[in-house]
């Protein structure tokens, strides 16, 4: 057992946290015999924050197509450098982004991309939690350009035999637009036999949207509308371009919005997400960092920060996703939308957890441990991360971290070499 003495909880008082196997056993005061005990009186105590879209292993990519044009940037520098991926690369890709979430207070992500196996290999190395959608695009994917059952199934349980209990396997189709319908139709009956997550790219940009309704004669959300694929089970990343009454049909759904307002800036896909109609529509959003290519860094902290700015700067009103909403993006919510008893620190839950050193310049005073949190932290205040009930980092030391930093600068070394770019 361990137990997290004297910690300052979100509500403001401090409490002890017994932690027994892999979950919250107590809070409160505890007194039964502890094996290690962490002493909590300078440290803040919150549920590990959720990665809810990334692709880990792009890591590998972090600055490979910076300032470019969107639509030349993918197509000319990060697809011919994907096509170029082994298991081996994405592993040591993914253990890398791994490394990085978990020092900024990562406890689980969901991931979507290329060789899911060797990503759930990775996080369950790392001892992290994790989501992993084996990425289908057609004609590009290990599963793509086929529907044989049995394969898909094969690869299901690849990454539940690679990744164990810290794992869910889930169905990863791309987009509307690099996906056939008859595919995606595939996909749909596929995951609601099985109950299965399905994580995908929705409404990212206008040019989507447009490509959509010359193709279809439909925007992507009546797309999937009409084929019956909005569900409680699926998540959809980015869902800037919505009007009003496509967010009432994810709400009716009860489809989840994962924001990532850092790529979306960088990548200047022009519009804000519309955070407010959604909370209106009472749709479950929650947030993500996207891939290294589109952000540069895993820090949710960062992504906390930005995604509250942006909706106040964009709609000139301070007081539109205050800080309390934004963490719950980032905890709660995605908890809600994997389906996991994650997100939280009460009885009964998953002992994810990560402690916050209060005694750092930019987190004194602490008036407001909330908008501290979310205005003023970044991923280098975590101290301690336990995830599964399991020590993962303390002291901000991860075992084994500088080999891992090693491994993938050589990877990335490599796969550059390869493609003449640097």
């Known amino acids: 057992m361990i137990s997290i003495k004297n910690v300052l909880m979100l509500d403001g008082k401090r409490r002890d946290i017994l932690i027994k196997g892999n979950i919250i056993e107590k809070i409160g005061r505890v007194s039964e015999k502890k094996d290690l005990v962490i002493e909590g009186k300078n440290m803040a105590a919150m549920p590990g924050l959720v990665n809810m879209h ?88 290990v599963s793509a350009g086929s529907v044989d059952e049995k394969a898909v199934l094969k690869n299901l349980e690849n990454i539940k035999k690679e990744g164990g209990n810290l794992v869910t396997p889930a169905m990863g189709p791309h987009s509307v637009y690099t996906v056939s319908s008859e ?43 009409g084929m019956k694929f909005l569900n409680r089970n699926l998540s ?5 371009w919505l009007t009003k009454g496509e967010i009432r049909v994810l709400a009716k759904n009860n489809v989840t919005v994962i924001h990532n307002p850092v ?20 749709v479950n959003v929650t947030l993500g960092t996207d891939g290294c290519a589109s952000n540069n860094n895993l820090d949710m902290f960062e992504s906390m920060k930005i995604a509250s700015l942006l909706q106040k700067s964009h709609l000139w009103d301070q007081t539109v996703l205050p800080a309390k909403e934004a963490l719950e993006m980032a905890t709660i919510n995605a908890g809600r939308a994997l389906g ?20 750092r310049p930019e987190l004194t005073p602490n008036l407001n441990l909330a908008s501290n949190l979310v205005y003023s932290a970044n991923g280098n205040c975590v101290d301690t991360v336990i995830c599964d009930g399991k020590i993962v980092m303390q002291g901000r030391k991860v075992k084994g971290e500088e080999g891992i930093i090693e491994e993938a600068e050589r ?12």
């Open 54 to 141: 990334t692709h880990a292993a792009m890591t590998l990519f972090r600055g490979f197509a910076d300032d470019m044009e969107f639509y030349k940037a993918w197509p000319e520098r990060i697809w011919p450098a994907e096509a170029r991926l082994s298991g081996r690369d994405v592993y040591a890709g993914t253990r890398l982004a791994c490394l990085e979430m978990l020092r900024s207070g990562t406890t689980c992500f969901s991931d979507h991309y290329f060789f899911g196996g060797d990503i759930a290999k990775a996080s369950r190395s790392m001892g992290m939690r994790a989501v992993v959608a084996e990425l289908f695009i057609d004609g590009k994917s």
């Open 183 to 225: 595919h995606l139709s595939w996909i749909n009956d596929f995951s609601l036999k099985r109950n299965l997550l399905v994580h995908m790219h929705l409404a990212e940009t206008r040019k989507e949207n447009e490509d959509c309704v010359l193709k279809y004669g439909k925007r992507p959300v009546e797309v999937l509308n």
């Open 236 to 240: 959809i990343a980015h869902a800037v």
């Open 263 to 282: 790529s979306n800036m960088k990548l200047a896909t022009g519009g804000v997400m519309p955070y407010s109609e959604m909370k209106k529509a009472g």
């Open 340 to 359: 996991l008893k994650i997100g939280e620190l009460r009885e009964g839950m998953l002992a994810d957890i990560i402690l916050i050193n209060l005694k």
């Open 411 to 422: 990877t990335a070394e490599r796969l550059h070499e390869k493609s003449g770019g640097g």
